[in-house]
């Protein structure tokens, strides 16, 4: 037929009670950055011996949940009781489902097209910072309140980009999706350029960074741009069609904003910020991993 299917498959292991829930919404995000519509989930849990019944039936619990959210069916999957592991491992595997002519590729950036990003900077990584080191920011001097709001990031605005990619990809002329996850947005922004062979130039003043992330990126001494940011997604399109883009997304309840260009290669990857040009940072580890085993 016109379409085509396209796979994703990812283990995911945390020490979180929301593991299920995770590998659903993770698995769904890099189907729709492809332009498909998640529709099929699969699931194999391996689980620690020390794993209660109860402990089970709550992991089931949050995939249907998550599955449901997304309108995508549970069709299968592995469950077992595995020695020599210490926390459950979800190995998700997410189906969708995409005309062969709208399949969306990281490295179809173009130069002249303009960087859109939604929502902001940087959800889940200043969730779990909140969730798991609420002692250590109060300390700092972290408000409450901001600690509260931040530790409700992962449902609010939330950790999915579903919604977003399929809103981008239905009414624009869409080049490449990507969202930033490991790394923040500054890696995923290198991986869009690398992918693309292309360069950029980035305005920090345009990068909306969620007020909740900067104070708790200033009290623990972490750069925003290098922090997990799942929950945003980076859109490349024709410069022209960008405000276009940006009022359509606002009008579906999806704040968004155009931070830069894509340049030819020769240009680099270039941050604009109060003190002139640089080239955007790297980050070898996630700020998140960083703070966690310092």
């Not at 909740?212 to 859109?235: Q, V, W």
């Amino acid at each position: 037929g016109d379409s085509i299917l396209v796979a994703k498959t990812d283990p995911i292991t945390l020490a979180s009670d929301m593991i299920g829930w995770y590998a659903v919404q993770i698995n769904a995000n890099d189907v729709a950055c492809s332009g498909a519509k998640p529709r099929w989930f699969m699931a194999t849990l391996l689980l620690p011996r020390t794993y209660t019944e109860n402990e089970i039936s709550t992991l089931f619990q949050q995939i249907l949940e998550a599955c449901k959210q997304l309108g995508v069916s549970l069709i299968g999957g592995h469950t077992e009781i595995t020695q020599g592991i210490s926390q459950p491992i979800v190995v998700g595997c997410m189906l969708g489902e995409v005309h062969k002519d709208r399949v969306i590729t990281t490295n179809g950036a173009r130069p002249g097209d303009s960087i859109i990003i939604t929502k902001g900077i940087s959800i889940e990584g200043s969730a779990l910072l909140a969730r798991e080191s609420r002692e250590q920011l109060l300390a700092s001097g972290v408000e409450p309140s901001c600690i509260d709001k931040a530790a409700d990031f992962l449902f609010t605005p939330g950790i999915s980009i579903v919604k977003d990619a399929l809103t981008a990809c239905s009414s624009s002329q869409v080049h490449s999706l990507h969202d930033p996850t490991e790394g923040g947005l500054a890696t995923g922004l290198w991986e869009i350029s690398k992918a693309s062979n292309t360069g950029m130039l980035i305005s920090e003043k345009d990068i909306p960074v969620l007020p909740e992330c900067e104070s708790i990126c200033k009290s623990l001494g972490l750069d925003p741009l290098g922090l997990l940011a799942s929950g945003a997604l980076l859109i490349t399109l024709p410069t022209t069609d960008a405000q276009e883009l940006i009022g359509t997304l606002s009008s579906n309840g999806i704040p968004a904003a155009e931070i830069g260009y894509i340049k030819e290669p020769n240009f680099g990857v270039m941050l604009e910020g109060k003190y002139g040009l640089k080239t955007l940072p790297t980050f070898e580890r996630d700020e998140l991993a960083r703070f966690l085993d310092d």
